[in-house]
């Protein structure tokens, strides 16, 4: 398979600020703390191109052009596969499928004819674009200008962020396929512009969000996110006989701060969604990760990660897994950690960490899942060693993106018990194996993405809202084989794959962090076979 356009890796350094090398990228170093960070400039410390020279820039397009007419044959090949509803309207249709067999036969053997003919010019290519990566920032970021500056932060008054995280399966079409999907330039189309054009959240969704209790504080300091109830009310008996409150949302939130977006393989994709999102979020990182020979492994495509900021980021990191097996091994994944500028205090920063990844896949890799959890755990904490000046104030760390294991299978027993739950708070886990009762799954039965009941948002909002519909529509337990659980306890509320979790503030700092709410979003119905989360995170000055 020829590499694909998404993006590429290497390890060129950032210009305008003192550098050091540190793992897989070299990042800039912040000012001392007698020189603060200007709160109007801080997107200087980065550089926007990945390529540290225009030479480099033109000979990794020279390559990707060399390498275009093959990575189409492939891609095509593989896009002949068809998809539920393609099969379904081609049955509607009279003679539908023999006339479709014979398209796809007589197609398949043009694109291998082509495939066959473009194999020396993909032989160059390759020999071109594999130094060309070595030598390139396993990033790409977009700065828009014209955005207001950073303001000064009352540590008194209590703000409120919002984060999305979403796996949109924004493959080439003909990868996708392999999801039920197709149709990538589409469906990026859609999913820009209703990051970008989505009408203000209604009073009746603001209230569906699941609030914290009041005065639950966990030995952290932070406030769980479980259903509030009036004083002297019976909490427990009211959850009891909600088993589902209205957490589901057909809408992405309006006053989204940060998204984070996993599976953005696709070249035309990013280039869609950067210029959309640009003009909300002015700054962007996308096409993470490092492509070509890395670590003797061939990387052909990115990690998927995208994050988009209404904040200025500090600092931006790349580590990959290095121990990727299987068809996940051909992909760069791993975790993208970023440090963003919230604000300042009598000349002190006010900063927040983010770290997004995507693990690996296959069911059967609890083991190497939780390897990969160890080091993203370890990354981030190196990470804040790093970046921290002396006086910071951090408002907020988040954790999120696609762990690929949940909370109610036998088979993910192991991820579920690991370390990561007693550094960050999962607002829907009560412990291993256990959700709040309103937890919901996030993975979608592929193989029905396109049945009636859930093929718009509207919908899927409504089938997902009853036992029935989330027992038919949503994946459900698995063995540790990937196989479902003939003897898992129900009523189950689906696999639950996408977190967005938070790191609690100790008692002793001046901010402390609440859940103020938390969705399922079914705004990609057809559009992606995962559901996006959104959590409200409530920062508040710390109580005595």
């Not at 209703?194 to 969704?205: M, R």
């Not at 192991?414 to 007693?422: A, D, E, G, I, R």
């Not at 969705?519 to 559009?527: C, D, E, G, H, N």
Request: charged content about 15%; overall charge positive; proline content about 9%.
């Amino acid at each position: 398979m020829a590499p694909s356009t998404a993006g590429q890796g290497g390890r060129a350094g950032c210009t305008r600020a003192p550098t050091q090398e540190r793992g897989d990228v070299v990042l800039p170093l912040n000012p001392l703390p007698s020189h603060p960070v200007p709160t109007n400039t801080p997107h200087m410390l980065l550089r926007e191109s990945p390529f540290p020279s225009r030479v480099l820039v033109a000979l990794d397009r020279l390559a990707r052009w060399l390498l275009t007419p093959s990575s189409w044959a492939v891609f095509s090949l593989l896009d002949l596969r068809q998809t539920t509803e393609e099969r379904r309207q081609a049955r509607l249709q009279r003679c539908g499928r023999c006339h479709s067999c014979t398209r796809q036969g007589l197609a398949g053997s043009v694109y291998v004819m082509l495939l066959l003919l473009s194999l020396p010019l993909a032989a160059l290519g390759l020999l071109l674009w594999l130094p060309v990566q070595a030598v390139r920032r396993p990033f790409a970021y977009q700065y828009t200008a014209g955005t207001a500056s950073v303001q000064p932060w009352d540590l008194r008054q209590r703000r409120t962020f919002t984060f999305l995280s979403a796996n949109v399966c924004l493959m080439p079409s003909g990868l996708a396929k392999f999801s039920n999907l197709g149709q990538t330039p589409q469906r990026a189309v859609y999913i820009a512009r209703h990051l970008t054009q989505v009408p203000p959240d209604p009073p009746s969704a603001r209230a569906g969000l699941v609030k914290p209790r009041q005065g639950e504080v966990n030995s952290y300091g932070g406030t769980l996110s479980t259903p509030w109830q009036p004083p002297g009310s019976a909490a427990v008996v009211a959850v009891a006989a909600e088993p589902m409150p209205a957490v589901l949302s057909e809408h992405f939130p309006a006053d989204a701060d940060f998204i984070c977006l996993q599976e953005v393989f696709d070249g035309r994709a990013t280039t869609c969604l950067r210029q959309q999102l640009g003009s909300i979020f002015p700054h962007i990182v996308s096409e993470v990760g490092a492509l070509g020979l890395w670590g003797r492994r061939l990387k052909l495509l990115n990690s998927g990660l995208f994050l988009a900021s209404r904040y200025p980021l500090l600092a931006v990191r790349y580590h990959g897994f290095p121990n990727g097996a299987r068809e996940d091994a051909l992909a760069a994944k791993g975790l993208l950690v970023v440090q963003v500028l919230l604000g300042s205090v009598q000349g002190q920063r006010v900063v927040g960490y983010i770290g997004c990844t995507h693990l690996q896949a296959p069911a059967a890799d609890a083991a190497i899942r939780d390897e990969q959890l160890t080091l993203g755990l370890h990354w981030l904490q190196l990470f804040r060693e790093e970046q921290e000046q002396r006086g910071d104030v951090v408002a907020f760390d988040i954790f999120c993106g696609d762990l690929n294991f949940d909370n109610c299978s036998r088979g993910d027993e192991l991820n579920q018990q690991h370390q990561l739950f007693k550094v960050y708070q999962d607002p829907c886990r009560r412990g291993p194996g256990q959700d709040a009762p309103w937890g919901i799954g996030t993975l979608l039965n592929y193989l029905k993405i396109y049945d009636e009941p859930v093929s718009t948002p509207e919908k899927l909002k409504r089938t997902l809202s009853q036992p029935s519909g989330r027992h038919q529509y949503l994946a459900g337990p698995i063995l540790s084989s990937g196989e479902p659980d003939p003897a898992a306890p129900g009523p189950w509320q689906g696999r639950r794959l996408d977190y967005i979790l938070y790191r609690p503030h100790h008692r002793d700092l001046p901010l402390q962090t609440e859940v103020a709410g938390f969705s399922v979003i079914t705004q990609l119905a057809t559009r992606s076979d995962h559901l996006p989360v959104v959590l409200r995170l409530n920062v508040a000055p710390a109580t005595p």
